[in-house]
């Protein structure tokens, strides 16, 4: 796979690496004060996570996939796998399927490796260590997915825009007559400078 995003390109070529080794363990990644985690299991991936807006990337997944069913973020997130603690935890009680926490996971991986695409200069560190899989996800379909993400995300005219922004909605001077229309209302409730546009997608039920 050539993704066409060079910084990234590396990054998949390493993961690519790692799950030709079967690698189990985590693999940090940083640009300037970001940093994310993927977490692997005999060379397939486990789990991501990183990033702004961890908590929401989270209620996200969960509120498409099982919204009946409340999970608590922890207040003090020492736990650096907390979302994925409370998943098992979940199944152990019988209030979640497998296949309802892979669904989650697969939506949190794309999430996270789709943010990854964007952006430049990463830097990766590998850190071999033990972890308990729940399910697991390929590697070469989750980076395709989010580099496929990304060109769509680009040829709609949207490539300087990062999906964890919260835009706010503003309109011209001359039409500030629409601002009584039931679209304008809507628009506005939603693009209000604290919806990230994965927000705002999942609120209005639509795909990035």
């Known amino acids: 796979m050539q993704p066409g995003f060079p910084s990234f390109a590396s990054i998949a070529e390493r993961l690519a690496v790692l799950s030709q080794q079967r690698a189990t363990g985590e693999l ?4 300037g004060n970001n940093q994310w985690h ?13 990033g702004v807006h961890r908590v929401r990337r989270w209620h996200r997944a969960v509120t498409q996939d099982c919204p009946s069913v409340k999970f ?7 736990d650096e796998l907390w979302e994925y603690h409370l998943l098992q935890g979940s199944i152990n009680q019988n209030q979640l399927t497998l296949t309802q926490a892979k669904s989650i996971i697969s939506k949190i991986v794309d999430e996270v490796l789709f943010t990854l695409v964007s952006h430049s200069k990463l830097r990766s560190f590998w850190l071999p260590k033990k972890v308990h899989p729940i399910a697991l996800i390929e590697v070469k379909q989750s980076l395709q997915a989010a580099v496929d993400l990304c060109k769509q995300w680009q040829n709609i005219g949207l490539g300087t825009l990062c999906p964890d922004m919260a835009p706010i909605f503003k309109l011209p001077m001359n039409e500030q007559n629409l601002t009584t229309s039931k679209t304008f209302f809507s628009l506005s409730q939603l693009v209000n400078g604290e919806n990230t546009i994965w927000d705002i997608a999942l609120q209005m039920r639509q795909n990035l």
Do not use: K, M, V
């Not at 940090?28 to 640009?31: A, E, P």
């Not at 993927?38 to 990183?50: H, K, M, N, S």
């Open 72 to 78: 608590h973020a922890p207040h003090r997130q020492e």
């Open 28 to 31: 940090i990644l940083s640009s």
């Open 38 to 50: 993927l977490y692997l299991f005999l060379g397939r991936l486990l789990y991501a996570t990183g």
